[in-house]
């Protein structure tokens, strides 16, 4: 991707501003953020350059973000509510920021002409599948949580404004994301509690929670690349996957050497309402147009608590 004019949502947050950063070697960036999550710190290193602008908006404000659109080649709308528990208290956040926020986004390309869409979807659309690794194709698909369902939701008005409107559309089911500038997550929230309490860990569900995650370089990295390919509906993960368990004792170990690690259960093992217990993703099509990772699962788990103890 070169000399193309790219309007990024969430670009103040974990992935966005990773994926500015690697954007912004060959192409002009317009990011924007209403900042609920992301910050300023993310992107304060692309401000000083020519090619980068930000805007501090809500994306669901559809005519200001018109304004931005103003010759857009394509939009990578990565705004979101990205915590899944926090849908279960609240269980409109996702509606409204989630699939609002996207239909929002679609008029303002519409109206604007912008023909080409990139989104970050999830590998929680799935749900409990029966099938893993768990192919594009699989279904009926039956999300366990307000945040998978808002994101099936979002894939369905991205699906039906390509069919009615001519946009070109790519959708990514990611997996686990972890790495540089993460903000959510087990890795996170492990850090955040033993620096509050160096003696015990206390984790949520059984343990055996098992996940495949993905490095933040290494998502970028394949959709920017297979971004148009083929029918646009892609897998992003790993091969491998990591328990829980295995992440709570290497965080303890770098953190706080012999804390001791108080698994407090959950429904069904899990560790709240709406957590995947198991989920893997398959990427024979991401690796069928040409899209390789470096790090395999648990390689992408300990470089990101490595980068979470050199950003402290
Ligand atoms: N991190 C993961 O493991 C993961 C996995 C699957 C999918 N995703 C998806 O990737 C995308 C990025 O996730 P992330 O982990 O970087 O989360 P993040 O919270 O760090 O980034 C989301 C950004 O969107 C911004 N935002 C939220 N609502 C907004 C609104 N209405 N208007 C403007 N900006 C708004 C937030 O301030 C934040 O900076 C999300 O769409 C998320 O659902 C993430």
């Known amino acids: 991707m070169k000399n193309k004019k790219i309007l990024v949502t969430g670009a103040a947050g974990f992935i966005g501003s990773n994926l500015v950063e690697y954007l912004l070697k060959d192409n002009h960036v317009v990011g924007v953020d209403n900042l609920s ?3 300023m710190k993310n992107i304060k290193d692309f ?3 020519s090619s980068f602008s930000f805007s501090k908006i809500d994306v669901k404000e559809t005519e200001l973000l018109k304004r931005e659109m103003e010759g857009v080649d394509v939009v990578f709308h990565l705004s979101a509510n990205a915590d899944v528990r926090k849908g279960f208290d609240d269980s409109k956040i996702d509606f409204r920021e989630n699939v609002q926020a996207t239909h929002s986004v679609l008029e303002a390309m519409r109206s604007k002409d912008v023909k080409e869409l990139v989104f970050s979807s999830t590998s929680a659309v799935y749900g409990n599948a029966e099938v893993i690794p768990t192919p594009e194709i699989y279904g009926p698909l039956k999300p366990i949580s307000h945040y998978g369902a808002s994101k099936l939701a979002a894939e369905a008005f991205i699906f039906s404004f390509s069919s009615n409107y001519g946009f070109k559309s790519s959708i990514f089911r990611f997996a686990n994301v972890v790495g540089r500038k993460g903000t ?15 003696s015990v860990l206390d984790v ?7 996940k495949s995650y993905i490095y933040v370089d290494d998502c970028v990295k394949g959709i920017v690349e297979l971004h148009g390919k083929e029918d646009g509906l892609f897998n992003l993960g790993t091969r491998g996957r990591t328990s829980v368990t295995q992440i709570a004792e290497l965080t303890v170990s770098s953190y706080s050497p012999g804390a001791k690690i108080n698994f407090l259960g959950g429904p069904g093992g899990a560790g ?5 217990k198991f989920m893997g993703l398959d990427i024979t ?4 147009n040409g899209w390789r990772y470096e790090l395999d699962s648990t390689e992408a788990v300990k470089k990101a608590i490595a980068d979470a103890g050199a950003s402290q």
Not at 204 to 210: A, K
Not at 285 to 288: I, Q, V
Request: glycine residues 14%; aromatic residues 8%.
């Open 37 to 39: 999550n992301g910050i």
């Open 47 to 49: 401000q000083s350059s």
């Open 184 to 198: 959510h997550g087990a890795i996170h929230d492990f850090i955040q509690k033993l620096a509050k309490n160096r």
């Open 204 to 210: 949520l569900g059984d343990g055996t929670q098992t």
């Open 272 to 276: 709240w309402n709406g957590d995947i």
């Open 285 to 288: 099509k991401a690796f069928r």
